[in-house]
Protein backbone atom coordinates (compact mmCIF):
# COMPACT_ATOMS: atom_id res chain seq x y z
CA UNK A 1 0.00 0.00 0.00
CA UNK A 2 1.15 3.23 -0.98
CA UNK A 3 1.45 6.32 1.04
CA UNK A 4 -1.56 8.12 -0.47
CA UNK A 5 -3.29 5.06 -0.22
CA UNK A 6 -2.83 4.89 3.22
CA UNK A 7 -3.19 8.54 4.15
CA UNK A 8 -6.92 7.82 2.53
CA UNK A 9 -7.68 5.23 4.08
CA UNK A 10 -6.74 7.11 7.49
CA UNK A 11 -8.73 9.71 6.69
CA UNK A 12 -11.85 7.38 5.69
CA UNK A 13 -11.52 5.87 8.51
CA UNK A 14 -11.80 9.03 10.61
CA UNK A 15 -14.74 10.15 8.86
CA UNK A 16 -16.54 6.74 9.52
CA UNK A 17 -15.51 6.91 13.20
CA UNK A 18 -17.02 10.86 13.07
CA UNK A 19 -19.95 9.84 11.44
CA UNK A 20 -20.99 7.29 14.03
CA UNK A 21 -20.34 9.69 17.13
CA UNK A 22 -22.70 12.38 15.38
CA UNK A 23 -25.55 9.84 15.21
CA UNK A 24 -24.55 8.54 18.95
CA UNK A 25 -24.38 12.15 19.87
CA UNK A 26 -27.75 12.88 18.06
CA UNK A 27 -29.50 10.02 19.69
CA UNK A 28 -28.12 10.92 22.95
CA UNK A 29 -29.91 14.88 22.53
CA UNK A 30 -33.10 13.50 21.17
CA UNK A 31 -33.44 11.60 24.48
CA UNK A 32 -32.30 14.63 27.03
CA UNK A 33 -35.74 14.23 28.49
CA UNK A 34 -36.39 10.34 28.78
CA UNK A 35 -36.81 9.14 31.92
CA UNK A 36 -34.22 6.80 32.81
CA UNK A 37 -32.87 6.88 29.49
CA UNK A 38 -28.48 6.41 29.50
CA UNK A 39 -26.33 8.18 27.80
CA UNK A 40 -24.47 6.18 24.92
CA UNK A 41 -20.71 6.42 24.44
CA UNK A 42 -18.78 5.57 21.38
CA UNK A 43 -15.80 3.38 21.73
CA UNK A 44 -12.62 2.67 19.77
CA UNK A 45 -11.22 -0.51 20.29
CA UNK A 46 -7.76 -0.80 18.35
CA UNK A 47 -7.03 -3.94 15.94
CA UNK A 48 -3.57 -6.14 17.32
CA UNK A 49 -3.63 -8.59 14.15
CA UNK A 50 -3.23 -6.16 11.50
CA UNK A 51 -0.76 -4.44 9.57
CA UNK A 52 -3.68 -1.87 9.44
CA UNK A 53 -3.82 0.07 12.69
CA UNK A 54 -8.11 0.99 12.25
CA UNK A 55 -10.00 -0.12 14.99
CA UNK A 56 -13.30 -1.47 15.73
CA UNK A 57 -16.50 0.79 17.14
CA UNK A 58 -19.03 -0.11 19.46
CA UNK A 59 -21.07 1.77 21.78
CA UNK A 60 -21.54 1.41 25.70
CA UNK A 61 -23.85 2.95 28.24
CA UNK A 62 -22.60 5.47 30.41
CA UNK A 63 -23.05 4.22 34.20
CA UNK A 64 -23.57 7.92 35.76
CA UNK A 65 -26.61 7.42 37.60
CA UNK A 66 -29.21 9.94 35.97
CA UNK A 67 -31.08 13.09 39.04
CA UNK A 68 -33.86 11.14 40.84
CA UNK A 69 -37.33 13.34 40.67
CA UNK A 70 -40.20 13.16 43.25
CA UNK A 71 -43.21 12.35 40.93
CA UNK A 72 -45.32 9.19 42.08
CA UNK A 73 -47.96 10.13 39.67
CA UNK A 74 -45.57 8.96 36.59
CA UNK A 75 -45.71 5.08 35.46
CA UNK A 76 -42.14 4.87 35.78
CA UNK A 77 -41.98 6.02 39.38
CA UNK A 78 -40.47 3.63 41.83
CA UNK A 79 -42.28 2.20 45.03
CA UNK A 80 -40.83 6.04 46.54
CA UNK A 81 -42.31 8.04 44.07
CA UNK A 82 -39.01 8.66 42.65
CA UNK A 83 -38.10 8.13 38.65
CA UNK A 84 -34.72 8.71 37.47
CA UNK A 85 -34.16 10.90 34.48
CA UNK A 86 -31.69 10.86 31.91
CA UNK A 87 -28.40 11.31 32.60
CA UNK A 88 -27.21 12.94 29.48
CA UNK A 89 -25.89 16.89 29.74
CA UNK A 90 -27.26 18.78 26.58
CA UNK A 91 -24.05 20.98 27.45
CA UNK A 92 -21.76 18.17 26.75
CA UNK A 93 -23.62 16.37 24.08
CA UNK A 94 -23.47 19.63 22.17
CA UNK A 95 -20.00 19.86 22.41
CA UNK A 96 -19.19 16.32 21.63
CA UNK A 97 -21.23 17.02 18.40
CA UNK A 98 -19.19 20.22 17.46
CA UNK A 99 -15.61 18.54 18.19
CA UNK A 100 -17.02 15.63 16.06
CA UNK A 101 -18.53 17.51 13.08
CA UNK A 102 -15.15 19.49 13.07
CA UNK A 103 -12.92 16.36 13.24
CA UNK A 104 -15.61 14.87 10.06
CA UNK A 105 -14.16 18.26 8.31
CA UNK A 106 -10.70 17.74 9.32
CA UNK A 107 -10.30 14.00 7.94
CA UNK A 108 -12.10 15.17 4.69
CA UNK A 109 -9.89 18.01 4.28
CA UNK A 110 -7.45 15.20 5.06
CA UNK A 111 -9.22 12.56 2.05
CA UNK A 112 -8.76 15.75 -0.57
CA UNK A 113 -5.25 16.87 -0.26
CA UNK A 114 -3.81 13.17 -0.30
CA UNK A 115 -6.41 12.46 -3.40
CA UNK A 116 -5.35 15.79 -4.92
CA UNK A 117 -1.42 14.93 -3.97
CA UNK A 118 -2.21 11.15 -5.95
CA UNK A 119 -3.58 12.54 -8.71
CA UNK A 120 -0.60 15.54 -9.31
CA UNK A 121 1.73 12.30 -9.22
CA UNK A 122 0.14 9.96 -11.52
CA UNK A 123 -0.09 12.93 -14.67
CA UNK A 124 3.46 13.57 -13.47
CA UNK A 125 4.18 9.59 -13.95
CA UNK A 126 2.24 10.09 -17.43
CA UNK A 127 4.59 12.70 -19.07
Known amino acids: MNPFEFSMMQAVSGMRTNSQRITVTAE ?3 NVDTPGYQRKIL ?3 PRTNSEVSFGALRTSLDQTPGEQEFNPSHPMADAEGYITL ?5 VTEMADLREANRT ?3 NLNSFQQARTMYSSLLDVLRR
Open 43 to 45: IAE
Open 104 to 106: YEA
Open 28 to 30: NVS
Open 86 to 90: SNVSL
